[in-house]
DNA sequence: CTGAAAGCGCTAACAC
DNA sequence: GTGTTAGCGCTTTCAG
């Protein structure tokens, strides 16, 4: 199979072709080549073809994609996806597995930006037109990114969404109404204590906004029903989630329920649960908030609130495209909780009727 | 709960800290500042700390875009993967995971190349200087990407490889002898008749490297060891799984034992095989290729072969990282399978001894 | 209208 | 070990 030789490998011995290269082929200056690129100034039509004549014969490529240069855009979505302390990677791949599939649809690309420095990352990023626009993940209540995202030329939609989100595109869960919803579903069987635990404790001191907010949900809604409520961070390990459960059934000796929004725990909390001397469903009743699939691989089935990350990830997607086309989308798309009742949270017998 | 606020707000100044800031502020050369970045030579204790307490203070972040500029580099790898027919999402999703985290290491991030537009797209990533190199990924055994990676100035490394991989990188589960495995493990233990249900059939009509291969040394095994054999495709759905199941066992009533290769099917083989009037392991032994969490979350737990896609992953990545410095790592990096005996293939008693 | 030349911020070959 | 110095490919003055 002989491919069709272009000029541009005799030139620079088959590597890349330069400015310098075109500019000596259509004999005029390096400037010249790129005003006639940039068109930031005026060119003589005739020296404009002759340089773009010479652009094509020479296979030269603007060193970025050549879309950027002819159409401004390089197809490239940027999802920022720091990767700290504390995330849970299966969790993030959700939302990149329906955003990568929704930007197909476009017929874009995905560029995982997982460096972990924050607004200068972004910036860079923004500056060497890598991307024509960013969906932006694991967005802080005070999110340091967040001015910069305000100030950039290229679009944004940020997954999830910081406290003053005034000017930005966001779509998210609403995470407070999840938490509370976990509540209310577990007051309405009668339970009267509740636990919770949560993502690793790294999570809530960068104030990340799906953890606070689950948790302020949680303890508003607690508060309001008149329910005992205590809060546990957990790593992801199995130690982790025994030693949480141990603490929390020690502390309070009459909870009756828990609320776990972790993934990585959910696997061990029945197993923990009873080796801490409880069954579950028996005498803890659990809610979990994540994805459906998850709440059903366990035994007993969880009671949850669904964690829509296929619709989260689509939907930025959706609008950050709607965003280049100069459209102007609504600035918070909120996706209702929906909590789906399973095997772990039946009818609390012991304390029907003592709902207040 | 008050989130602690990072030093990193002095970035926000406006004005950009260059490198020549930092060397006159820590009273060094820039290339000693540059240096004590990279890494790329020794420097004094003492330097490197002062060079080191500058970059704090000021607040400095370098420039990525030129140092793509200056070194050439991008950073970023293109991770071709065709979304095509008969695609697992979660499957996939595993290598990137593994990669992106190795990449990560290396300061490097990701870019997906979805487009299943082949030889083509490869081609113009290459030139637009897009990426530093490819992961290329969904191979088949005559895959009309070959001969154009062979060409390609950048290097890259396939996950999986082709019929001739002659002059290429690749890094690949040994599938065949997976397949055998399989085989010999379920004849060691007395199985004379297996049934075999495999990836969706758009996956064999391509002739995907892993499907081909594990099938082809299902077959050679099965030949070997003088079993009844057959194999079925099989789509992602509950559906085709049922009927595939019923299929098999018309075809061979006698049929004691079953190796599933393909993930998405693997939630479904138990109930289906119940539903067609087969207990597993009572009646029907199985066996699974698959990452070993997937085996272990079924029930019965299913008895496997390691589908190692974090190393595959992460070894792609270290090999890539290897050819942009210049090394000349091996060309075939062919990992061995390994089985898990799980409670899905006890021992035979029916045909205990029968073993030829 | 066009060319020469000075950088952009950073890296790496070359000195010492 | 460290400083000097030339570029990387392109943009953008400043002179024609």
């Known amino acids: 199979m002989v491919s069709t030789r272009s000029v541009s490998e ?47 014969e020479l296979g030269y490529q603007p060193h970025a994609s050549d879309r950027v240069l002819s159409t401004g855009r390089t197809n490239v979505i940027g999802l920022v996806l720091p990767l700290r302390a504390g995330t849970h990677l299966p969790a993030v791949m959700r939302f990149v597995t329906a955003a990568v599939t929704t930007a197909r649809r476009y017929d874009m690309d995905l560029l995982l930006m997982t460096a972990d420095d924050g607004a200068a990352g972004l910036r860079r990023a923004a500056n060497s037109a890598q991307v024509d626009g960013f969906l932006v993940m694991d967005v802080e209540m005070d999110d340091d990114r ?10 944004s939609v940020l997954i999830g969404h910081p406290a003053a989100a005034r000017g930005l595109t966001c779509v998210d869960l609403d995470f407070e109404a999840a938490g509370a919803k976990c509540v209310d579903h577990l007051a309405d069987l009668g339970h009267r204590s509740i636990g919770f635990l949560g993502a ?55 909870m009756t329920a828990l609320v776990v929004h972790n993934e990585a725990a959910l696997g061990w909390i029945t197993a923990c649960l009873r080796a801490a001397g409880r069954q579950v469903p028996g ?15 366990t035994s007993p089935l969880l009671t949850s609130v669904r964690l829509p990350a ?46 207040g």
């Open 283 to 297: 005498d803890v009743a659990v809610v979990a908030i994540c994805p459906d699939e998850l709440a059903e691989q």
């Open 200 to 254: 690793p404790s790294a999570v809530y001191r960068r104030s990340t906004g799906f953890a606070h907010r689950t948790m302020n949900g949680f303890s508003a809604a607690a508060m309001r029903r008149g329910v005992a409520a205590t809060a546990l961070a957990v790593e992801g390990d199995h130690d982790s989630v025994l030693r949480a459960t141990k603490a929390l059934i020690r502390a309070h000796p009459s």
């Open 10 to 56: 005799s030139v620079n011995g088959g590597c890349v072709v330069t400015i310098a290269d075109v500019a000596r082929h259509a004999g005029v200056a390096p400037s010249t080549v790129s005003y006639v690129l940039t068109g930031k100034r005026s060119i003589s039509a005739d020296t404009k073809t002759r340089v773009r004549e010479s652009i094509r």
């Open 310 to 355: 296929e619709e989260l990830g689509r939907h930025a997607v959706d609008l950050l495209v709607a965003k280049l086309e100069g459209k102007q989308p609504p600035p918070l798309m909120l996706l209702p909780p929906r909590l789906s009742r399973r095997a772990s949270t039946p009818d609390h017998a012991a304390h029907r009727g003592a709902t």
């Open 146 to 155: 967040v001015p910069l995202l305000r100030q950039l030329s290229k679009p």
